[in-house]
């Protein structure tokens, strides 16, 4: 079973900081998805990346799948306190298209 | 509204009962799933279901049945249900190779 890690797992910062959380693996993906889940609920798709090397956008948050497809960093700008959340990597392979495995996941608390 | 939707949203029972999860759809998906999030929130699959049909079944425990009366619905049955059980419990669904949209969450708790 592949393993994703993510670093750090706690992370509590002020409005206005930057950050970045890394998703890591010794194993090849075809696909890198990020999600956000704020208590209560269930996890939100922010973004996926595909071709290594690829960089995404999302205000902010920037996303990054790297070169060889094994590791994703997420680059959040100036924190806002609607950032706070759980965040979690997922990987795909390729032949196991209905399984997504999940990263160990990052809570984020940014407060004022 | 279009969604996953998953009942009940918390669900305190005693060891040794049986109790089950219900979830629906109406995104129009053919693939459905059942995953458990631990105490550290570490989110592991147990089914997948696609158009009916047991896809994945990752070695969970067979008091876990897992059933699709159609292609909306994926429902979850736990017999004899002991305290390592307590998790939180999220239905969700997706098409083929496409991101999964989840449910809120069942938050089991065995005492």
């Known amino acids: 079973t592949q393993l994703l890690e993510q670093s750090p797992q706690f992370l509590s910062i002020q409005e206005g900081e930057n950050l970045t959380v890394y998703c890591n693996s010794s194993s090849v993906f075809s696909s890198l998805q990020w999600y956000r889940q704020e208590p209560g609920e269930g996890p939100v798709l922010l973004v996926t990346v595909v071709t290594g090397g690829e960089v995404k956008k999302l205000k902010r948050l920037t996303f990054q799948f790297g070169d060889a497809r094994k590791d994703s960093s997420l680059h959040i700008t100036a924190a806002q306190t609607g950032d706070t959340g759980l965040y979690l990597c997922?990987?795909?392979?390729?032949?196991?298209?209905?399984?997504?495995?999940f990263g160990t996941g990052t809570r984020l608390q940014v407060t004022l | 509204d279009t969604a996953v939707s998953q009942t009940p949203k918390y669900l305190v029972t005693q060891m040794g009962n049986d109790k089950s999860i219900k979830c629906e759809q109406n995104?129009?998906?053919?693939?459905m799933y059942w995953y458990k999030q631990d105490s550290k929130k570490f989110l592991k699959i147990m089914f997948s279901?696609?158009?009916?049909?047991?896809?994945i079944n990752e070695t969970v425990p067979n008091r876990f049945s897992p059933k699709s009366p159609d292609k909306a619905h994926l429902n979850l049955h736990i017999n004899s249900l002991e305290l390592g059980d307590s998790a939180v419990y999220f239905c969700a669904s997706s098409r083929p190779n496409s991101p999964l949209h989840f449910g809120n969450g069942t938050r089991l708790t065995v005492t």
């Open positions: 995104l129009g998906h053919d693939t």
């Open positions: 279901y696609n158009n009916k049909e047991l896809i």
């Open positions: 997922a990987a795909q392979n390729t032949g196991t298209a209905s399984k997504l495995t």
